[in-house]
T-cell receptor, first 113, second 113 residues
Framework: KNQVEQSPQSLIILEGKNCTLQ??????????LRWYKQDTGRGPVSLTI?????NTKSNGRYTATLDADTKQSSLHITASQLSDSASYIC????????????FGKGTRLSVIA | DAMVIQNPRYQVTQFGKPVTLSCSQT?????MYWYQQKSSQAPKLLFH???????NEADTPDNFQSRRPNTSFCFLDIRSPGLGDAAMYLC????????????FGPGTRLTVL
């Protein structure tokens, strides 16, 4: 069964600290993996996309890694800001099919002063 | 700016009273999607339109219907909302069904009394 599991479910960190969110998937055949940021009451916004051959992708203070062999990805946030408080959703795309996206449940991050 | 717009942002309806949610896009994308997202859960795909071709997910209840009168607009009709239908409803678009990013609207929060 195609699944995406994220951990932790929720996380609280102090402003300025770093954190790492995890994503494990069993999706096959794999096409790509995206990390989305979803602010409360808003739609998800794409942060990074990684294909099978990419190991690392950065977008400002966000750095995503992908290990296609172990089917694991992580999202590292550096020097967190209050505005980073949101849900971070890992989404894996199947290589084919009319329902190509498999969503994780997300990690709820709270950055406090 | 090109975007995905959802109206209203918040909708309150009574148990059993039909309700329609609206989505419009200025991206001129071929595909429009409707997702249901309940609290702390991943978005769940209800159906999508590829141009005028309607694609329903197998487990989407008959209570949910959709219309796409033109490229720009797509509607979600809930014929007889139940308490379990209270959720955030997300509209998304993509250029086509291949490896294209899905762009999400801000969502409509539906409350059923």
């Amino acid at each position: 069964k195609n699944q995406v599991e994220q951990s932790p479910q929720s996380l609280i960190i102090l402003e300025g600290k770093n954190c790492t969110l995890q994503c494990n998937y069993t999706v096959s055949p794999f096409s790509n993996l995206r990390w989305y940021k979803q602010d409360t009451g808003r739609g998800p916004v794409s942060l990074t996309i990684m294909t099978f051959s990419e190991n690392t992708k950065s977008n400002g203070r966000y750095t995503a890694t992908l290990d296609a062999d172990t089917k694991q990805s992580s999202l590292h946030i550096t020097a967190s800001q209050l505005s980073d408080s949101a849900s971070y959703i890992c989404v894996v795309r199947l290589f084919s099919g009319n329902t190509p996206l498999v969503f994780g449940k997300g990690t709820r991050l709270s950055v406090i002063a | 700016d090109a975007m995905v717009i959802q109206n209203p942002r918040y909708q309150v309806t009574q148990f059993g009273k039909p309700v329609t949610l609206s989505c419009s896009q200025t991206l001129n994308h071929n595909v429009m999607y409707w997702y249901q997202q309940k609290s702390s859960q991943a978005p769940k795909l209800l159906f999508h339109y590829y141009d005028k071709d309607f694609n329903n997910e197998a487990d989407t209840p008959d209570n949910f219907q959709s219309r796409r009168p033109n490229t720009s607009f797509c509607f979600l009709d809930i014929r007889s909302p139940g308490l379990g239908d209270a959720a955030m409803y997300l509209c998304a678009t993509s250029r086509d069904r291949a490896n294209n990013e899905q762009f999400f609207g801000p969502g409509t929060r539906l409350t059923v009394l």
